[in-house]
């Protein structure tokens, strides 16, 4: 009875979770490839939290005569880009691109992560300017979440030593983003605070019976 009373307290205390939110969202018809710099960036920024997030974007190798051997791209995500930026502002280790071909598949990025409020940058890093295209339409969709707005993306042609680092422009970063990318997660908000009158006097009644049966228990063996 205790354990049972202990777990209606966890219930009624615990974050309550929103499941299969929306975050982030960019599509657009006529889509067309995008390369040419050495590094994209895609960027949103949350006043909201998010559980089990997940980040993917669709990618292909376009490089003429086939893809290149090895890998093709790094993927960072970051609380902050341009100069001043260190390994410090990752959210995620590095990821390797490998194995893309020349048509445009859809790759999970990130998973599993937690994102609490703030703005958060992808910066995809080719091998080479067609290692890794990414795609966009000139005419996108943005589908944003509750508490979550685009910040736009941008392009570097030289890379800093700590990519992430390099000079992106256009500074700020182009409105809207037109390079598709999905963020999915489940949005975690408290719940309302239970009139604290009610919620005591619930628990101490159902605490008092569960004592009271158990100690009869008890007395009964004796």
């Not at 703030?118 to 509750?146: F, H, K």
């Not at 598709?180 to 009644?205: E, Q, R, Y």
């Amino acid at each position: 009875m205790i354990c049972r009373l202990l777990g209606i307290v966890t219930l009624l205390s615990a974050n309550v979770a929103l499941h299969a939110a929306n975050i982030f969202n960019v599509t657009g018809p006529t889509p067309f490839n995008i390369t040419g710099e050495i590094a994209d960036v895609i960027s949103w920024g949350q006043s909201t939290a998010y559980t089990n997030v997940t980040i993917t974007m669709p990618l292909a190798d376009v490089t003429g005569g086939g893809p290149i051997g090895g890998v093709e791209a790094t993927v960072y995500l970051m609380n902050q880009v341009g100069p001043g930026t260190t390994a410090a502002n990752q959210v995620a280790a590095p990821v390797s691109i490998l194995g893309l071909g020349a048509s445009f598949t859809t790759r999970t990025l990130f998973s599993g992560l937690t994102l609490p409020p703030g703005n958060y940058y992808i910066v995809v890093v080719r091998t080479t300017t067609a290692s890794a295209a990414v795609e966009g339409s000139s005419t996108p969709t943005v589908t944003a979440g509750s508490g979550v707005a685009d910040r736009g993306d941008g392009v570097t042609f030289t890379l800093a030593g700590y990519p992430p680092a390099s000079n992106f422009t256009p500074t700020p970063l182009q409105l809207p983003t037109n390079v598709f990318i999905t963020v999915t997660g489940d949005a975690t908000t408290l719940p309302p605070t239970p009139a604290p009158s009610s919620l005591i006097l619930l628990l101490t009644g159902l605490a008092g019976a569960g004592l009271y049966g158990t100690t009869r228990k008890f007395a009964r063996r004796g």
